[in-house]
Structures are given as structure tokens and as C-alpha cells.
T-cell receptor, first 115, second 116 residues
Framework: DTEVTQTPKHLVMGMTNKKSLKCEQHMGHRAMYWYKQKAKKPPELMFVYSYEKLSINESVPSRFSPECPNSSLLNLHLHALQPEDSALYLC??????????????FGDGTRLSIL | DQQVKQNSPSLSVQEGRISILNCDYTNSMFDYFLWYKKYPAEGPTFLISISSIKDKNEDGRFTVFLNKSAKHLSLHIVPSQPGDSAVYFCAASSTIPYNQGGKLIFGQGTELSVKP
């Protein structure tokens, strides 16, 4: 069983919709991450939060808006997405961002389809 | 510019034999390396890691070897079991520069098939 929980598991939305992806962990981790994974490709980092503050933004389009309300929760707000944004969105957490020698633990992801 | 490379897209091994998965990297600043296993419709599961100060780390059936001079790491699975069939990703990160610390860079993955 994964200790990082993502909801929903599947999401279908139109290009004009607004939706949110949610991620929760109760391991006391202070770093949380969003990744995007396309089919047959490796996960690609989107955002990193450290102690509830945004630390890394990998030049992600503004139609993706992350939020970290507290140390256990991470949201990804979606608005006006494009069909090419259809992918598996993975959340991960680790004890801290620095030092980097700590494994990240992943949730099972949200499969997002944009119509 | 692919900093982490897994040159074998697939590998097929007989049950009970050794599986060896390989990974090469180009960034000499990487100081922490990990292997993840991924089943379809699931997120990556952390398997084993190694710090750049070591050259070997072992956990049960899984051993990771690091050759810093060759910028190469490998994962050995002994003995291989049908349940090990999955996609395996190697990943790397560095603490320096500080503002990029903790960022994981993944290889393209190798699909392992263990046949009974």
C-alpha cells in the first residue's frame, strides 16, 4: 500500500474546466513534489515544495497552479488545459529536499484526460 | 540532453537467474542514485538507493553497484522471480546547486520480463 494518497485516480475534463488534483501524506515528510508522466516516458518534475514553500518550478505553464495548504497536503489546480496535457500526474514526498540523499515516495497518480 | 540513460528498453530473464539492469549518467554533480520499479496503473515504488560515497549497496535480492569513474550504475536481482516483471527506472539527484537540490532525473526505463 502506498503511503502517498492521490485523488481522484482518473479525471476527464474539457479544456474550459477548472479542476484540482489532491495529494496527501502522513509520513511527516516536509518536501512534496508533482511530476508529469507521458506514456512510455519517465516522470518529469514539475514543482517542488519544501516546508510548504515553493522551491522549484520547472517552467511549468501557468494553467497549472500548485498549492501546499499544510505539510501533509499538496494540490494541483488545473485551468484551461490543452489536449497535450493528458498524462499521469504523480505526487511524491521525501523527508526533506536537502540533503538530496533521501528517497522520494510516490503515489499511484491521477490519470488525466483532456477532451 | 539526457543526463540519465538506460540504453536497454527491455530485458528478458529466466526465473531463478540473475537480472542485470544498467544505467549511465553524464552529470558528475550527481551524488545520490535510486532504482524504482513501476507496475502498470501504479506509481513508481522505491527499491534501493546508493550514495556516491559508496560503490555497493545490498538489500535482500537487490544489489546496486556504482562505478563513479565510468559514471555507471547497475541493479542486480538474484534470483529473479516472475513478480519482478515491471518497468525499472534509475534516477539521480544532487545537493549542489542548492536551489536544484532534491530534483530527481529519471532514465527512460527498462522493461524486465521474468519468465517461469
Amino acid at each position: 500500500d502506498t503511503e502517498v494518497t492521490q485523488t481522484p485516480k482518473h479525471l476527464v475534463m474539457g479544456m474550459t474546466n477548472k479542476k484540482s488534483l489532491k495529494c496527501e501524506q502522513h509520513m511527516g515528510h516536509r518536501a512534496m513534489y508533482w511530476y508529469k508522466q507521458k506514456a512510455k516516458k519517465p516522470p518529469e518534475l514539475m514543482f517542488v515544495y519544501s516546508y510548504e514553500k515553493l522551491s522549484i518550478n520547472e517552467s511549468v505553464p501557468s494553467r497549472f497552479s500548485p498549492e501546499c495548504p499544510n505539510s501533509s497536503l499538496l494540490n494541483l489546480h488545473l485551468h484551461a488545459l490543452q489536449p497535450e496535457d493528458s498524462a499521469l500526474y504523480l505526487c511524491a514526498s521525501s523527508q526533506s529536499r536537502i540533503p538530496a540523499n533521501q528517497p522520494q515516495h510516490f503515489g499511484d497518480g491521477t490519470r488525466l484526460s483532456i477532451l | 540532453d539526457q543526463q540519465v540513460k538506460q540504453n536497454s528498453p527491455s530485458l528478458s530473464v529466466q526465473e531463478g537467474r540473475i537480472s542485470i539492469l544498467n544505467c549511465d549518467y553524464t552529470n558528475s554533480m550527481f551524488d545520490y542514485f535510486l532504482w524504482y520499479k513501476k507496475y502498470p496503473a501504479e506509481g513508481p515504488t522505491f527499491l534501493i538507493s546508493i550514495s556516491s560515497i559508496k560503490d555497493k549497496n545490498e538489500d535482500g535480492r537487490f544489489t546496486v553497484f556504482l562505478n563513479k569513474s565510468a559514471k555507471h550504475l547497475s541493479l542486480h536481482i538474484v534470483p529473479s522471480q516472475p513478480g519482478d516483471s515491471a518497468v525499472y527506472f534509475c534516477a539521480a539527484s544532487s545537493t549542489i546547486p542548492y536551489n536544484q537540490g532534491g530534483k530527481l532525473i529519471f532514465g527512460q526505463g527498462t522493461e524486465l520480463s521474468v519468465k517461469p
